[in-house]
């Protein structure tokens, strides 16, 4: 297949890495030092934090026209960078091109095919004048949830922990074509790859952790063995994942998972930094509107009281303004 990786961090870096040492033709969009690094040595990867360097031979642009229509093209970047996204990826889109969402969060086309709000209803927080539904409509997409976890040092060089799971289906059930040519490619790379009918509720089984571990681990600069440690903490997350679990119960898409169940998935990690730690240390901006801003707009939505979720809006949203780490 054709692969162009929107986004090369450490997600998107990762998924390019191996798709290209298994033989796929894999292109990436970076910029800045990245981009550069990736251009002057390949894409390197290492696994586990004393693991041989390795490179993967990419191909590396800034911008998309340098690259024409693709198979399948990964949007694996934060939600902050969306909109971005949206007003170039057209050069890469052919006739036939899949458009896979590698991300955290609730994707902006969620509802589409959920019977709740009859197919209807938007999440404005997400997709502000639907700029991302009409550059990337519902019928191009396969939905990604990740569970791996990995982290960039430096530019150009990826740095794989653990995990290699890609859970991937489309919107409202279906597995068809696009998922199960996106699903032997990952495979082929050696990713462990389940095609789920239920892709919504796998977004929220991953929500309940990133919604409460992610904003609460860049409050407090803690790991997630240190959250889980501290019982008023591990408390106060368990609060938020009941509210999230109601909510999606509401609109149809029951989790099925009980709290203290996702704080074991959380403790076989052990000693692990979440994506918001790492980019509240990196001074990076926060993924804070795709993790809570749009769980509480879905909770308005179907008519459920989130407290907990709100002081934990608020409290990260003032945390990363007052850092310049998010823009309301």
Not at 68 to 84: F, M, R, T
Not at 208 to 216: A, E, I, M, R, T
Not at 249 to 257: F, L, N, P, S, T
């Amino acid at each position: 297949m054709k692969i162009c990786v929107y986004g090369a961090g450490a997600v998107g870096g990762l998924i390019a890495g191996w798709l290209a040492r298994a033989g796929q033709e894999v292109s990436v969009l970076a910029r800045g030092a990245n981009l550069e690094a990736i251009r002057r040595h390949g894409l390197r990867l290492r696994s586990g934090p004393d693991g041989e360097l390795q490179a993967a031979r990419v191909r590396a642009e800034e911008d998309p026209v340098h690259l024409g229509a693709q198979d399948c093209v990964i949007v694996a970047v934060k939600g902050h960078a969306l909109p971005e996204v949206a007003a170039r990826i057209g050069p890469l889109l052919g006739a036939g091109t899949s458009i896979v969402t590698a991300m955290n969060g609730v994707p902006w086309w969620f509802f589409d095919r959920l019977a709740f709000g009859g197919g209807k209803l938007r999440l404005a927080s997400l997709d502000p004048g639907r700029a991302l539904s009409r550059a990337m409509p519902t019928s191009r997409l396969v939905g990604c949830v990740i569970h791996f976890a990995a982290s960039t040092p430096e530019p150009g060089v990826v740095s794989h922990a653990m995990g290699r799971r890609l859970i991937l289906g489309e919107p409202g059930g279906s597995v068809g074509t696009r998922t199960n040519a996106v699903a032997d490619a990952c495979e082929g790379a050696g990713f462990e790859v389940l095609r789920s009918n239920a892709i919504e509720k796998e977004f929220w089984i991953k929500l309940l952790g990133n919604v409460s571990f992610n904003p609460v681990s860049a409050l407090t600069l803690a790991t997630s063995d240190r959250l889980i440690a501290d019982p008023l903490v591990k408390g106060y997350m368990v609060a938020v994942m009941r509210e999230v679990l109601e909510v999606g119960r509401a609109v149809g898409v029951d989790a099925a998972i009980d709290p203290e169940a996702r704080i074991d998935m959380a403790r076989a990690l052990g000693q692990f930094k979440t994506s918001m730690l790492q980019d509240m240390k990196a001074g990076k901006p926060l993924e804070i509107d795709g993790l809570l801003t749009a769980t509480l707009e879905i909770a308005r939505e179907a008519g459920v009281a989130a407290p907990h979720t709100e002081s934990l809006l608020g409290l990260s949203r003032l945390r990363a303004e007052s850092s310049g780490q998010y823009r309301r």
